[in-house]
Every structure is written in structure tokens, then in C-alpha cells.
């Protein structure tokens, strides 16, 4: 009975891991034309995590694995949301990496393999099972980047990655090592209720902090810690970019979650104070520095910098509006991401890299649809109304204001107008100037059918954001805070 009640909560996980393992063997039996079938089971596998989360929920907060691993609302919807852009990612990709030859089962099996450890980043209850999960999802990403072999830019970024990465993730291990020692406890819960009991080393503690908040902000490329951002957004192929910066960042908010909120809440004086300056940095030097890119790969890398110091600003302001909207602004921001890079892949063909501003100049002449659903996207990240990117910084300013940092609040609206130019200067170019080729812009019926949803949905969220930002203040509300 005992085992049953473990591995219930834990059923999404499982069923992906083994299907990752069987789609890997079977991947050896089919041969690169036969490629489909694998792309086909890996979206079903998706479809059947799905089916399991939402089976496998139960109403308030169940643990599972000696208090290790956690099944809440907030982690049932992120995994949800987290199946549903891996999935987007997959069908944006699927043309533009077959024309490169990397559309393998390798890649295939590695985003499963990132998926996992997302999902286990998303419902960790304990400072091992965080670890192991980002790991797992480090790692994935690490060879998906160096995946294209032929490119030395591409190998270097993997390069890059791989060592700051481990860097980071050596910062994570020393920051909790020293927590443990000043607590005697890995697991959330003990951690939280040695800090509150006062008997844990309060100068162990304070460094233990420093050490994990600097590998969180590693995680999220928040500066000063963003250096590998750029390159490995520019150095990647456009797919393993598109994976980056997008559904990691809803892994990335439960796991800074998880360990501020749930494990050091009662060090919320000290950590706040470290998360307002990342996050001012971060919005500073992401939005001024976008400016002078040329290459809009490296300028969507500056402006997630600037996006992750927004969502900082949310677990700034704390309570259910804080956290509820930071949640928020990762789930519009993923929606975002996956649009925009969507849009440079159907733009692409082979031998041709659609990855500078001036390739989408005259978008507009050549493909009138095409270059609206850019607007509207380029609009939701500049935070223009009434796109839903215009809501998610309402809602995280508002939470900013009530809890009492107006100067923070008119800090952020300054640096967001900052960062409207360069995204109204892509509207420019589509709208106001002459193309550089009028080569004919070839795509799958999925795939245009895909970026459409994602523009209009945008759109969509925009005018009606309400019931979006109600499930994740209740998520926050039920997951977070009655823990």
C-alpha cells in the first residue's frame, strides 16, 4: 500500500521515463525516414503525461517518497504547461532541423530526457531531488546544444554552457551543503522550521544563502551572472534556443520557489534584498545592451535577462499576489519565447539562418500574416495593450506597489519603455522596409496552423487574462503558502 501511495503521485514521471527508454530502443530499429514514428511517439508520450497529471491529482497536498517529492496544484499546472510547450517546441522544430540533419532520435529522447527533469525540478520537496532534477535537465540541454557537430559557433556555445553551467551548478551544491550543515536537514520542511526554531548557525546560514542565490540567478541568467546567455542563444541552432529559453523558465520559477519560499521563508529579509538588486541589474543591462544587437537571437537572449528580472521583481513583493503573478509572468513569457523563436524557424530554410533584425525586413510585403502575428508577439514582450504581455508587467507592478516598493515599481516602467525600442524597431523593419529577398517563405500546414494560435493567443489572453491569473494565485495560494 505503502508503494502504491508513493509512486501514484510520482505516475507522470514514471511513465515517462520508461517510454523515454522504449522510444530510445525503438528508435534504433527505424530508419531516418521512418523518423515520424518516433516524432509520434514522443508527442503521444507527452499526450499520456498529461493524461496521468491530470488523473493522478488530488485536492490539497499529497508527498510522496519520504517527504521528497511533493504533488500540489502549482506543480500539477506548470507540468501541464511545461507538456504543452515542449510539445510547441516539437512541431516548430521538426522541418527546420530535418533540413539540417538533426532532426534525429537523439534529440528526440534528449527533450524527453530535459521534460523529466523538469518535472522532477517542478514537484521536488527536498534539496537532493531539486539537485537531481536540475541536473537532469542541465545535462540534456548540454549535449542538444552540441548536437550539430558541423558547427564550430554551435560547439563552442555548448562549450560555454557546459562549463558555467557546472560552475553554477557547483555554487547550487556549496550553498546547500552549508544550509544542511547549519540545519542538519535537506528536506524543505526541517530546513524552514530549524530557521524559525533558532536553532540553526545563523553565520552558515547567511553564506549558505549567498552561495544558492547566486546559482539560482546562474539558472535563470539573471545578471551578473548572464554572460552565457548570449552566446549560447546565438551559438545554438535555432530549436535548441527555442528549448532554453522556454520551458525551463517554468521549472526555473518552482525551483527558486520551492527553495526561497518554501525552505528559507524565514530568511525572506535577507534574500529579498539580494533579489531586488538582480533584479534591477537584470532589466538594466538586458534592456540597454539588447539595444545594439544586430542578431535577433542574441536580442531575445538580452531580453529574457530583462524578462527574469521582472519575474524576480514578483517573488520580491511576496504573498499570493507576488508569487501568483511571477507565475504568471513565466507561463506568458514561455508563450512569448516559443512564438518568437517559432517565427525565425519558419523564416529559415536550408542553408539560410533567418537570426539577424534585417531578415525580417518587408515581412509584411512577402507575408502579410506572417508579419501581424509578429507584431503581436514583438507587442506582448514590449508590454503593449492590449496584449497579454501588457497584463503579466501590470500584474507584477501592482504586486510590487502593494507591497510597498513604489521606487522599484517606476524603476521597472522606465527600463521596460527602454526595452520598447528594440522590439518596435522589428515592427519597423516589417512594416516600413523594403525586404532584403523575396524568396518564397515555405512552411508545414502544422506548423503556420501552430504560430497562429500562439500569436492570437496572445492576443486572446490578453483581453481576457482573468482566468490564466486566477489559477495561478490559486496555485500559489494552495502549493505555496499552506505548506
Known amino acids: 500500500m505503502d508503494l502504491i501511495a508513493n509512486l501514484k503521485p510520482a505516475g507522470a514521471e514514471i511513465f515517462l521515463l520508461v517510454m523515454a527508454c522504449v522510444i530510445l530502443i525503438a528508435d534504433l530499429l527505424i530508419r531516418q525516414s521512418g523518423r515520424m514514428v518516433t516524432y509520434s511517439l514522443v508527442l503521444v508520450s507527452l499526450l499520456g503525461c498529461a493524461l496521468i497529471t491530470v488523473g493522478t491529482h488530488a485536492h490539497g497536498v499529497t508527498y510522496a517518497f519520504n517527504n521528497m517529492f511533493v504533488d500540489d496544484l502549482m506543480s500539477d499546472v506548470l507540468k501541464l504547461l511545461t507538456y504543452l510547450a515542449i510539445g510547441m517546441m516539437l512541431v516548430y522544430s521538426r522541418q527546420y532541423l530535418t533540413l539540417r540533419g538533426l532532426f534525429s532520435g537523439e534529440f528526440l529522447v534528449l527533450a524527453l530526457f530535459a521534460t523529466l527533469g523538469m518535472m522532477v ?58 544550509l544542511y550543515g547549519a540545519t542538519g536537514s535537506l528536506q524543505l520542511a526541517a530546513v524552514s522550521g530549524a530557521i524559525l526554531s533558532g536553532s540553526a548557525n545563523q553565520t552558515l546560514l547567511v553564506f549558505g544563502l549567498v552561495f544558492v542565490v547566486s546559482g539560482l540567478a546562474f539558472k535563470l541568467g539573471a545578471v551578473p551572472f548572464h554572460m552565457w546567455v548570449p552566446d549560447v542563444y546565438h551559438g545554438a541552432p535555432t530549436a535548441m534556443t527555442m528549448l532554453i529559453g522556454s520551458a525551463p523558465k517554468l521549472a526555473a520559477f518552482a525551483f527558486v520557489s520551492r527553495i526561497l519560499v518554501e525552505g528559507l521563508q524565514p530568511l525572506v529579509q535577507h534574500w529579498s534584498g539580494m533579489l531586488v538588486m538582480l533584479a534591477i541589474a537584470s532589466m538594466a543591462i538586458g534592456n540597454i545592451t539588447a539595444i545594439a544587437q544586430v542578431n535577433i537571437k542574441r536580442m531575445l537572449a538580452y531580453s529574457t535577462i530583462a524578462h527574469m528580472g521582472f519575474m524576480l521583481l514578483g517573488m520580491v513583493s511576496g ?130 496552423l501552430l504560430i497562429s494560435v500562439n500569436g492570437l493567443g496572445v492576443l486572446l489572453l490578453g483581453l481576457l487574462p482573468g482566468g490564466l491569473m486566477s489559477v495561478c494565485a490559486v496555485s500559489v495560494q494552495q502549493s505555496l503558502l499552506l505548506h
Not at 138 to 153: G, P
Not at 319 to 334: H, K, P, Q, R
Open 121 to 178: 525540478m517542478i514537484s521536488a520537496n527536498h534539496f537532493l531531488t531539486l539537485y537531481l532534477g536540475l541536473e537532469l535537465l542541465s545535462l540534456s540541454l548540454y549535449a542538444m546544444v552540441a548536437l550539430y557537430r558541423d558547427s564550430a559557433i554551435a560547439t563552442e556555445a555548448a562549450m560555454k554552457y557546459f562549463i558555467l553551467g557546472a560552475l553554477a551548478s557547483g555554487l547550487l551544491l556549496y550553498g546547500m551543503s552549508m
Open 319 to 448: 504573498g499570493i499576489e507576488g508569487y501568483g503573478s511571477a507565475m504568471f509572468y513565466a507561463v506568458i513569457y514561455v508563450l512569448m519565447s516559443l512564438g518568437a523563436f517559432g517565427m525565425i524557424m519558419l523564416l529559415s530554410r536550408e542553408g539560410f539562418e533567418a537570426d539577424t533584425i534585417n531578415d525580417f525586413k518587408g515581412l509584411s510585403q512577402r507575408s502579410p500574416w506572417l508579419a501581424f502575428l509578429m507584431l503581436l508577439l514583438m507587442f506582448s514582450m514590449a508590454g503593449v495593450p492590449p496584449t497579454v504581455g501588457f497584463y503579466a508587467k501590470f500584474s507584477v507592478l501592482n504586486a510590487v506597489v502593494q507591497a510597498g516598493h513604489v521606487w522599484l515599481a517606476v524603476t521597472a516602467v522606465l527600463f521596460s519603455l527602454v526595452g520598447a525600442f528594440y522590439y518596435l524597431r522589428i515592427v519597423k523593419l516589417m512594416y516600413f522596409d523594403a525586404p532584403e529577398s523575396r524568396a518564397p517563405i515555405i512552411f508545414g500546414q502544422d506548423t503556420v
